[in-house]
């Protein structure tokens, strides 16, 4: 997207707006397979934004502190406290938000300092057993180098993901495979999609 100035524009506070004002309209049950999927879309559609970002800068259309301000932007307006009068659909988008935070760590490492060294499936392992010892920030930290390396062209393997026990790090690890899934496919996810 352009803006009219021919701008490159990666995401707009009105774009996740549409997604809010979507999911106010339906009964958010995280048991059905209809809410699951459109709370996964509004998730990889901010990752796909991230994406596009993280494509202009490796392609050299945007400079580092551009990078930088963009990715900025996008977690400004995803991570914004959102007023929803249903408790569990406020549920539901608080756990999205937290999926997405180490997306956008991830990437501003990514363009700040380049991929870490390191295996995928280590650090998540090291993420996990960090939280165990509820050492959030370390296990945060695992999760973003995990990020990069998911960024670079490593996958992340689906199956560690699900023998993790519920919690922060298993939350992280699925924005991670919503980033890996946008890598793959950076298609942008339409609001007015039937799903």
Same mark, same amino acid.
């Given at each position: 997207? =352009?803006?009219?100035?021919?701008?490159?524009?990666? /995401?707009?506070?009105?774009r996740?707006?549409?997604?809010?004002? *979507?999911?106010a309209?339906?009964?958010?049950?995280?048991?059905? !397979?209809?809410?699951? *999927?459109?709370?996964?879309?509004?998730?990889?559609?901010?990752?796909?934004?991230?994406?596009?970002?993280?494509a202009?800068?490796?392609?050299?259309?945007?400079?580092?502190? *551009?990078?930088?301000?963009?990715?900025? =932007?996008i977690?400004?307006i995803?991570?914004?406290?959102?007023?929803?009068d249903?408790?569990?659909a406020?549920?539901? %988008?608080?756990?999205?938000? =937290?999926?997405?935070?180490p997306?956008? /760590?991830?990437?501003? &490492? /990514?363009?700040?300092?380049?991929?870490?060294? #390191?295996?995928v499936?280590?650090f998540? *392992?090291?993420?996990?057993?960090a939280?165990?010892?509820?050492?959030?920030?370390?296990?945060?930290?695992?999760?973003?180098?995990? #990020?990069t390396? %998911?960024?670079?062209?490593? #996958?992340?393997?689906? !199956?560690?993901?699900?023998?993790?026990?519920?919690g922060?790090?298993?939350?992280?690890?699925?924005?991670?495979?919503?980033?890996q899934?946008?890598?793959?496919?950076?298609?942008?996810v339409? &609001?007015?999609?039937?799903?």
């Amino acid at each position: 997207m =352009t803006d009219e100035d021919g701008v490159e524009t990666f /995401y707009t506070e009105e774009r996740w707006q549409n997604w809010l004002d *979507r999911l106010a309209e339906e009964e958010l049950d995280p048991e059905d !397979e209809d809410s699951a *999927r459109l709370l996964l879309n509004l998730q990889d559609d901010a990752a796909i934004a991230v994406v596009k970002v993280l494509a202009a800068f490796d392609e050299d259309r945007i400079d580092e502190e *551009r990078a930088v301000e963009e990715i900025q =932007t996008i977690r400004d307006i995803v991570l914004a406290d959102v007023s929803f009068d249903d408790e569990d659909a406020l549920m539901l %988008i608080d756990g999205v938000q =937290t999926s997405l935070v180490p997306v956008f /760590y991830a990437a501003e &490492e /990514y363009v700040v300092g380049g991929v870490v060294e #390191g295996d995928v499936d280590e650090f998540v *392992r090291a993420a996990a057993d960090a939280e165990s010892e509820d050492d959030l920030d370390a296990a945060l930290g695992y999760i973003v180098q995990a #990020g990069t390396r %998911i960024i670079d062209g490593e #996958g992340l393997d689906i !199956e560690l993901a699900e023998e993790l026990e519920y919690g922060l790090v298993s939350e992280w690890v699925n924005g991670l495979d919503s980033l890996q899934s946008a890598i793959e496919d950076p298609e942008v996810v339409e &609001e007015d999609e039937d799903v």
